[in-house]
T-cell receptor, first 113, second 110 residues
Framework: DSGVTQTPKHLITATGQRVTLRCSPRSGDLSVYWYQQSLDQGLQFLIQYYNGEERAKGNILERFSAQQFPDLHSELNLSSLELGDSALYFC????????????FGPGTRLTVL | GIQVEQSPPDLILQEGANSTLRCNFSDSVNNLQWFHQNPWGQLINLFYIPSGTKQNGRLSATTVATERYSLLYISSSQTTDSGVYFCAAPYNQGAQKLVFGQGTRLTINP
């Protein structure tokens, strides 16, 4: 158990819908990261927050957004869902900004039908 | 940014065998991590190893930063070692976002 929690574990929804994935980092960690794992693209970085502020962005679609709340939990919002958004979404956390080991949550498996 | 390549893509072994997985990266690194993704999809941290050698039970890892590669050794393999092994390094020296290799799928047969 990494100490990072994610909910829900599984999510099945239809095209065009909107979903919210939730992540709680390890106790004491200030950085939260979101990654997407799909069959064709592998594991890809989406976005990083540090202590409530966005710090880095990857190939995150405009239909996707995220935020980190004062209690440091984070939410990833996916809207206007398409079949290709079906993937495993991981949240990771680390203590600070650089040179820190990242620990991953169990992931949320999203299926868009 | 950095590119990360892993080899071999697939490895099938009998229980008890030893294996070496390789990770090459295109630029110098200040952080390198190895993960095991089990059949349930969980990503488990194995090593945080920007340089040098570390050991944890039957697993060990070595990173030679100057030559831009890292190796993961698994000795006396068990069926529970099956899964996909990933290495990951930061996109560049000032970044925290990790770039993952495509993984090595390891299958240990009883």
């Amino acid at each position: 158990d990494s100490g990072v929690t994610q909910t829900p574990k599984h999510l099945i929804t239809a095209t065009g819908q909107r979903v919210t994935l939730r992540c709680s980092p390890r106790s004491g960690d200030l950085s939260v990261y979101w990654y997407q794992q799909s069959l064709d693209q592998g594991l890809q970085f989406l976005i990083q927050y540090y202590n409530g502020e966005e710090r880095a962005k990857g190939n995150i679609l405009e239909r996707f957004s995220a935020q980190q709340f004062p209690d440091l939990h984070s939410e990833l919002n996916l809207s206007s869902l398409e079949l290709g958004d079906s993937a495993l979404y991981f949240c990771a956390s680390s203590v600070g900004l650089v040179l820190d080991e990242q620990f991953f949550g169990p992931g949320t498996r999203l299926t868009v039908l | 940014g950095i590119q990360v390549e892993q080899s071999p893509p697939d490895l099938i072994l009998q229980e008890g065998a030893n294996s070496t997985l390789r990770c090459n990266f295109s630029d110098s690194v200040n952080n390198l991590q190895w993960f095991h993704q089990n059949p349930w999809g969980q990503l488990i941290n194995l090593f945080y190893i920007p340089s040098g050698t570390k050991q944890n039970g039957r697993l060990s890892a070595t990173t030679v930063a100057t030559e831009r590669y890292s190796l993961l050794y698994i000795s006396s393999s068990q069926t529970t070692d099956s899964g996909v092994y990933f290495c990951a390094a930061p996109y560049n020296q000032g970044a925290q976002k990790l770039v993952f290799g495509q993984g090595t799928r390891l299958t240990i047969n009883p």
